[in-house]
C-alpha cells in the first residue's frame, strides 16, 4: 500500500470541511435583489479556460411537454432573479441597478439556444426583474409566441392583500413585461406565516388573507378562462398543510393547478427534514404531483448554490466518476431526471453560468441508478456539515435594523468552505486566519450591518422560505467574531 501524505489538523479539518461551525457557500457579489449572488450558482467548480466552451459541443436543447397545453418548455429554464447589474456597489432600495445590455445578450443567447421558459416575479431585483425581462425578451427579436413568460403574484405584505392592490400588482406585471397574457402565472411562495398588525399569522391563514377573503384566486380563475393566464399554479416553501390543502382542492375539482414549483435537489430529495424540521422532503412533493400528473418546475436546484460549489473531498466524489464534469451539471442532471420535471431553473448572472448549464441540457445525459445511488453518497457527505441553509433569496430583507443579513450568513459560509475559518488557538496559522476572517467581514459586510446588530425582532424569520432561525444563527455568529477579538 502506497504510504499516505501526513497533513496537519488545519488541513484535516479543510479537507473534511469541519471546523468550527457552519457551512459551504461561495463567492459573493452583490445581486440585484440587494443582498448578495454567488458566483457558483451555476458554474461552480467548471473552468471555461481548462474546457473552453464549444457550440460544436452541443445538441438540440432538451424539453418536456406540457400535457395541459401542449407547450414544448426547455428543461433549462432561466431564473431573472440573479440578473447581471451596473454597479459593484449597494444600490439605493429604489434604483435600478440591472445592467441591461448584459441582461439582453444573455437572454438573447439562451434564446438562440433553445431555452424558451424565463420567470421572474414583481419582488426579484428590487422590484425591476420583470421591466429587466420583458425588456430583453422584446429587443430579442423573437416572436412572442416563441417562449414563455413566468411571473408570480407577490403579494406578501399585508398592504397588498386587498383585492385592488393585488389585481393592480398583476396589471403591472403585464405592463413591465411588454406583454398581454401570462403564460405561467404562480401564487408566489404558499406556505409562509406573515405578520398583520402586530400579530403572527401561521400558514393557512395567510394564504387565506392573500388569495382567498380578498376572491383574488377566484378573479385569477376569471383571467384564465379568459386566456390572460394560460397556466395557473402556485410555488411552495414551508408549511405542508398549505401544499396539501391546494392539492386537495384539485382533487375536488375546486381548483386546477397545471403545474407547481416546487425546491428540488438531490439534497433536498430525502433530507431536506433533517436540515430542518419544518421543510418537506422533495420526494414526498414531487411524487404527490406525480400521483395527479400534474407537471412540477424546480427552483433550487442547486440548494442556492451550495451544490456547485462544494468542498474539495466532495468534488473529488464526482470528478472520480465525470472528470469534464461540473458540481452543477450533476446537480441539474438529477432534476431532469424525473419525466414530470417541466423545466429547471437557474438564476444565471454570467455567460459562463449559462453556457454550463447549455452543456448539461443539450441534450441532457440520463443518469442511471448507479448516478442516483452516488449522487445519494455525495448528499450523505454534505450533510455531515452544520448547514446554515441560506439561499440568499433577500425575502428576509429589509432588516428594520439594517442588518445585511444574506452578506453575514454567505461571508461566514464562504470561509467555511475555503477552508479559511479559524478552527482554534492551537492551530499554526490561527494568527493569520483570524486577521484574514475579521477583515473580510469588515471588507463583505458593512460594520453597522454585521451580527452584532442583531437585536432578535425575529420579523424576518417568517418571510424566511428555509425556515431558518435567524436570530439564533446571528448570535452564533457573532459570538464567534467576538471570541476572535477577544484573542487578539
Known amino acids: 500500500m502506497e504510504k499516505q501524505n501526513t497533513i496537519n489538523r488545519r488541513e484535516f479539518l479543510r479537507r473534511l470541511g469541519l471546523g468550527s461551525a457552519v457551512v459551504g457557500a461561495g463567492v459573493a457579489l452583490q445581486s440585484c435583489t440587494g443582498g448578495t449572488v454567488k458566483t457558483q450558482d451555476v458554474i461552480g467548480d467548471f473552468d471555461p479556460a481548462g474546457s473552453p466552451f464549444s457550440e460544436d459541443q452541443l445538441g438540440e436543447m432538451s424539453y418536456r411537454i406540457n400535457p395541459y397545453t401542449g407547450d414544448k418548455v426547455s428543461l433549462l429554464g432561466y431564473g431573472m432573479m440573479r440578473l447581471p447589474q451596473t454597479s459593484g456597489r449597494n444600490q439605493g432600495a429604489g434604483e435600478n441597478s440591472i445592467d441591461q445590455e448584459q441582461t439582453n445578450k444573455l437572454v438573447k443567447y439562451a434564446l438562440e439556444h433553445g431555452v424558451n421558459y424565463f420567470d421572474t416575479s414583481p419582488a426579484y431585483c428590487k422590484g425591476f426583474s420583470e421591466l429587466a425581462t420583458g425588456t430583453a425578451l422584446k ?101 405542508i398543510r398549505v401544499f396539501d390543502m391546494l392539492l386537495k382542492w384539485h382533487d375536488e375539482g375546486l381548483y386546477h393547478w397545471e403545474f407547481v414549483q416546487i425546491q428540488m435537489n438531490y439534497v433536498d430529495w430525502r433530507h431536506a427534514s433533517e436540515q430542518n424540521s419544518r421543510n418537506t422532503n422533495a420526494e414526498y412533493l414531487y411524487n404527490e404531483l406525480n400521483k395527479r400528473g400534474i407537471m ?60 454550463d448549464n447549455l452543456r448539461t441540457y443539450s441534450p441532457m445525459k440520463p443518469l442511471t441508478d448507479e448516478d442516483l445511488d452516488y449522487l445519494e453518497e455525495a448528499a450523505q457527505l454534505i450533510l455531515k456539515y452544520p448547514l446554515i441553509p441560506c439561499n440568499d433569496c433577500n425575502y428576509c430583507m429589509p432588516c ?71 436570530s439564533r444563527q446571528m448570535e452564533r455568529i457573532n459570538k464567534f467574531v467576538e471570541d476572535l477579538k477577544r484573542n487578539a
Open 139 to 239: 429587443q430579442s427579436g423573437f416572436p412572442r409566441k416563441s417562449f414563455y413568460i413566468a411571473t408570480k403574484l407577490s403579494n406578501f405584505a399585508p398592504q397588498d392583500w386587498s383585492t385592488k392592490a393585488s389585481q393592480d400588482m398583476f396589471h403591472r406585471s403585464l405592463k413591465n413585461l411588454q406583454t398581454d397574457y401570462i403564460d405561467y402565472l404562480l401564487l408566489h411562495a404558499i406556505g409562509g406565516g406573515a405578520r398583520e398588525g402586530g400579530r403572527e399569522l401561521d400558514a393557512i391563514e395567510t394564504f387565506n388573507k392573500r388569495f382567498m377573503e380578498n376572491g383574488i384566486l377566484d378573479w385569477l380563475v376569471e383571467q384564465k378562462k379568459k386566456g390572460i393566464i394560460r397556466n395557473l399554479g402556485f410555488s411552495y416553501h414551508g408549511d
Open 296 to 355: 412540477a418546475v424546480v427552483m433550487e436546484p442547486l440548494l442556492g448554490g451550495r451544490l456547485s460549489r462544494l468542498p474539495n473531498h466532495v468534488i473529488a466524489h464526482f470528478k472520480s466518476r465525470e472528470p469534464q464534469m461540473s458540481s452543477a451539471s450533476w446537480a441539474f442532471r438529477f432534476c431532469g431526471h424525473f419525466e414530470h420535471v417541466l423545466t429547471a431553473l437557474s438564476g444565471m448572472t454570467y455567460m459562463e453560468h449559462l453556457e
Open 400 to 470: 428594520p435594523y439594517g442588518l445585511n443579513i444574506p452578506a453575514i450568513f454567505v461571508h461566514y459560509n464562504k470561509c467555511v468552505n475555503e477552508g479559511s475559518l479559524p478552527a482554534g488557538e492551537e492551530d499554526p496559522d490561527y494568527a493569520k486566519l483570524r486577521r484574514d476572517y475579521l477583515i473580510s467581514y469588515d471588507r463583505a459586510v458593512p460594520r453597522l450591518r454585521q451580527a452584532d446588530h442583531c437585536v432578535g425582532c425575529n420579523q424576518c424569520e417568517p418571510h424566511c422560505p428555509q425556515n431558518i432561525r435567524i
